[in-house]
């Protein structure tokens, strides 16, 4: 485990997360492990990524909570240098919440891109020695900060799921259907779906792979289908069929939301027959897809997703908003990351 720590910040690494191989390959073929220098920078931005930052802020109408950090890994050997900036699994820095800031005020942390969007990344309050901290979760060094996003949908006031939607929206992670609405109990399409999950892991949405031929450039959703199929948390009909229009049904979202929870670490290890024993309380046990029903265990098993009754599960049935926005809060709860 490799820990840095300054003032206002702390980074930990676990040592399994360097690819040396990877990092020796790409120093030279002769390169030893004793000869690769690491180094860890926990730095202040420069000036025009500050400004950047605060830009950003303007445009997404959120307030920033704590000045950005930039978390950089240099791996060197004489004169080569690789950067290493993309992991397997969450790694965990914590970001100092400055005196006087109201920390019930913040909803997220939130990633910096170079070419100034942002996206959420998983991200707790918590408290060492009396001093609060901002402890995100990230698969990718960037820059950081932490913000203030409030939402609040009108529509959701006295909804079953008002918190979860109104958290999921403060975090960037799921979005409103317009004029402040939310439209907790309509449908939601496979593409949207796999934005949100996209969303929710803090995942870097793709540029211009489309695996899909159904799936173009100019859809909104292209860069989340891309990421999502990237990660393995999507497949599509077949090889080249996605149907990002087509209303998801609950065996769906529960087969990609089982494959999120391997990036998480959520895994529910199955034992023999016991997709048997899980589903054999539930009436429309026999409805289930057979591709679906370890996943569909897997989400019971972890209470991630529960069933539409004491005795159903509605495998065909489509997903609302609502049950979605819960699902994805539940999600990063029993993963730890919120």
């Given at each position: 485990m490799l820990e840095v720590k300054t003032a206002s910040a702390t980074y930990t690494l676990p040592a399994s997360e360097?690819?040396?191989?990877?990092?020796?390959?790409?120093?030279?073929?002769?390169?030893?492990?004793?000869?690769?220098?690491?180094?860890?920078?926990?730095?202040?931005?420069?000036?025009?990524?500050?400004?950047?930052?605060e830009n950003a802020a303007k445009t997404g109408d959120f307030a920033i909570m704590v000045p950005a950090v930039e978390f950089v890994i240099n791996c060197t050997c004489s004169d080569k240098m690789v950067n290493v900036s993309r992991f397997n699994s969450y790694v965990e820095r914590t970001v100092a919440i400055p005196?006087?800031?109201?920390?019930?005020?913040?909803?997220?942390?939130?990633?910096?891109?170079?070419?100034?969007?942002?996206?959420?990344?998983?991200?707790?309050?918590?408290?060492?020695n009396g001093k609060y901290y901002a402890k995100i979760n990230s698969l990718t060094?960037?820059?950081?900060?932490?913000?203030?996003?409030?939402?609040?949908?009108?529509?959701?006031v006295n909804h079953w799921a008002k918190d979860a939607i109104n958290n999921m929206g403060s975090r960037m992670i799921v979005t409103g259907m317009g004029n402040g609405?939310?439209?907790?109990?309509?449908?939601?399409?496979?593409?949207?779906?796999?934005?949100?999950?996209?969303?929710?892991?803090?995942?870097?949405?793709?540029?211009?792979?489309?695996?899909?031929?159904?799936?173009?450039?100019?859809?909104?959703?292209?860069?989340?289908?891309?990421?999502?199929?990237?990660?393995?948390?999507?497949n599509g009909y077949n090889e080249s069929t996605f149907a990002p229009n087509d209303k998801i049904t609950r065996e769906q979202a529960m087969?990609?939301?089982?494959?999120?929870?391997?990036?998480?670490?959520?895994?529910?290890s199955l034992k023999d027959n016991e997709n048997y024993t899980v589903l054999k309380g539930y009436s429309d046990a026999e409805d289930i897809a057979d591709y679906a029903k370890s996943s569909i265990v897997s989400c019971l098993k972890t209470g991630v997703?529960?069933?539409?009754?004491?005795?159903?599960?509605?495998?065909?049935?489509?997903?609302?908003?609502?049950?979605?926005?819960?699902?994805?809060?539940?999600?990063?709860?029993?993963?730890?990351?919120?």
């Amino acid at each position: 485990m490799l820990e840095v720590k300054t003032a206002s910040a702390t980074y930990t690494l676990p040592a399994s997360e360097l690819d040396i191989d990877s990092v020796s390959m790409q120093l030279g073929q002769n390169v030893s492990l004793q000869d690769i220098k690491v180094e860890i920078e926990i730095a202040k931005p420069s000036a025009n990524v500050v400004k950047m930052v605060e830009n950003a802020a303007k445009t997404g109408d959120f307030a920033i909570m704590v000045p950005a950090v930039e978390f950089v890994i240099n791996c060197t050997c004489s004169d080569k240098m690789v950067n290493v900036s993309r992991f397997n699994s969450y790694v965990e820095r914590t970001v100092a919440i400055p005196d006087g800031i109201d920390r019930t005020k913040i909803t997220t942390g939130i990633i910096v891109s170079p070419d100034g969007t942002v996206r959420h990344v998983p991200t707790q309050i918590i408290q060492i020695n009396g001093k609060y901290y901002a402890k995100i979760n990230s698969l990718t060094n960037s820059i950081y900060t932490v913000v203030s996003y409030t939402i609040e949908f009108s529509d959701i006031v006295n909804h079953w799921a008002k918190d979860a939607i109104n958290n999921m929206g403060s975090r960037m992670i799921v979005t409103g259907m317009g004029n402040g609405n939310y439209n907790p109990d309509g449908d939601i399409t496979r593409g949207e779906f796999a934005a949100i999950v996209v969303r929710a892991l803090g995942l870097e949405t793709g540029r211009g792979e489309y695996k899909f031929s159904d799936v173009k450039a100019t859809n909104w959703f292209s860069g989340y289908i891309e990421t999502a199929s990237k990660y393995g948390i999507i497949n599509g009909y077949n090889e080249s069929t996605f149907a990002p229009n087509d209303k998801i049904t609950r065996e769906q979202a529960m087969t990609m939301i089982a494959r999120a929870m391997k990036i998480t670490g959520l895994e529910s290890s199955l034992k023999d027959n016991e997709n048997y024993t899980v589903l054999k309380g539930y009436s429309d046990a026999e409805d289930i897809a057979d591709y679906a029903k370890s996943s569909i265990v897997s989400c019971l098993k972890t209470g991630v997703v529960s069933g539409t009754s004491s005795n159903t599960l509605a495998p065909k049935g489509n997903i609302t908003r609502a049950e979605v926005a819960l699902i994805i809060e539940r999600l990063l709860e029993k993963s730890k990351l919120i």
